[in-house]
């Protein structure tokens, strides 16, 4: 079998070349980092979980109109995906005070915003991902101003999409960060939602009892962060609500 073409290899994907022109193939990984990899650790099924809950995530906002990356899952640990130039950025979207947001302003965690609060960073782990204001974003080019309008509209939806889905299965979605890439169709761009969904991507806490069920479970060493991403795959059908983690969960097809 021919060797595979790797094109880029980041802390959680690989993206190698794709079969079909325009394509890549999304691999993964079992690795968990934090604090700009200062701490990782290899966590059991992981890549797979990951995996399939984009997969859920990508093609619910399909079903709503919003445009991404994903053409279809190749198998557990693998997804076809469209290629995209990615815009430098990481785009937050808050609804909650938490994280870097909470220590800047001393905010108690949990703090909700009087609405929605869209925040840029720039793409770059040797820099630790600073935040940047629009006018950086538009001096240096980044984005136009119509982008960042588009951009902010994007993630408005995403996170109209996502508090929903989630406050359906008892689980409030605190903050959560996409990446955009730019697609042409012969001269015309368009903006769609790139890189991953994931609990990797996004804060989640138990409506009732305030648990976490994302990487911060990492970060803080809460427990297991196998089994609070297996939590959020059952709760959301992704696993059969029977299941328990195993290195290798058995997924519904």
């Known amino acids: 079998m021919a060797r595979r073409k790797l094109v880029y290899e980041g802390k959680a994907k690989i993206l190698y070349e794709g079969t079909e022109p325009g394509t890549l193939v999304q691999y993964f990984k079992d690795d968990a980092t934090a604090f700009n990899a200062q701490k990782k650790e290899i966590i059991d099924g992981k890549g797979v979980l990951n995996n399939r809950l984009s997969e859920f ?5 399909a079903r709503i109109g919003v445009p991404t990356h994903f053409i279809r899952r190749l198998n557990m640990r693998e997804q076809l995906i469209r290629q995209v130039e990615i815009i430098p950025l990481e785009v937050i979207v808050r609804n909650f005070a938490a994280g870097t947001m909470a220590k800047r302003l001393g905010m108690e965690e949990g703090t909700p915003l009087p609405r929605p609060i869209v925040e840029f960073s720039y793409k770059d782990d040797s820099l630790g991902d600073p935040l940047v204001p629009e006018e950086y974003i538009i001096a240096f080019g980044w984005a136009s101003q119509q982008d960042l309008d588009d951009i902010i509209a994007l993630a408005l939806r995403v996170n109209d999409f996502m508090a929903g889905v989630m406050h359906g299965v008892g689980i409030k979605l605190i903050d959560f960060k ?44 809460l427990g297991d962060l196998a089994d609070a991403y297996t939590e959020v795959a059952k709760r959301l059908g992704v696993l059969p609500s029977n299941a328990t983690h195993m290195p290798k969960p058995t997924l519904i097809n």
């Open 57 to 61: 995530f990508m093609m619910g906002l």
């Open 178 to 221: 996409i990446e955009v890439g730019r697609v042409w169709d012969n001269d015309f761009m368009r903006l769609i939602v790139a890189d991953e969904i994931s609990p990797d991507s996004c804060r989640l806490w138990d409506i009732e009892s305030g648990r976490k069920l994302d990487k911060d479970v990492f970060r803080q060493d």
